[in-house]
């Protein structure tokens, strides 16, 4: 099992960036298994989305259209940590951001991004 814990979140105004981080700890055999990690959000009423992943050698990338050129996702294998820079944001980015390990299917407890208009 993996534990994961974001952190970064918080208000900006549109137009704004924030920089997300998700750390992952556990026994080192669940560590060294990971290999995709990624970022997903959840705005108010609406269902969970998948932003961006990651591979362990962060050499296949995936993100979303509507983020495309935007945002970056980025890791630190020695430090088990992920992050999501996050540029221009938009109103409707609002909502919590998730973490996610797709070996575990484990989940982190969200980070709340805010943007105002």
């Known amino acids: 099992q993996v534990q994961l814990v974001e952190s970064g979140g918080g208000l900006v105004q549109a137009g704004g960036s924030l920089r997300l981080s998700c750390a992952a700890s556990g026994n080192i055999l669940s560590i060294l298994s990971i290999n995709t990690m990624g970022w997903y959000r959840q705005a108010p009423g609406k269902q969970r989305e998948l932003v961006a992943t990651?591979?362990?050698?962060?050499?296949?990338?995936y993100y979303a259209d509507s983020v495309k050129g935007r945002f970056t996702i980025s890791r630190d294998n020695a430090t088990n940590t992920v992050y999501l820079q996050m540029n221009s944001l938009k109103p409707e980015e609002t909502g919590v951001y998730y973490c996610?390990?797709?070996?575990?299917?484990?989940w982190g407890q969200g980070t709340q991004v805010t943007v105002s208009s």
């Open positions: 990651i591979t362990r050698r962060g050499t296949t990338n």
């Open positions: 996610h390990v797709a070996s575990w299917d484990s």
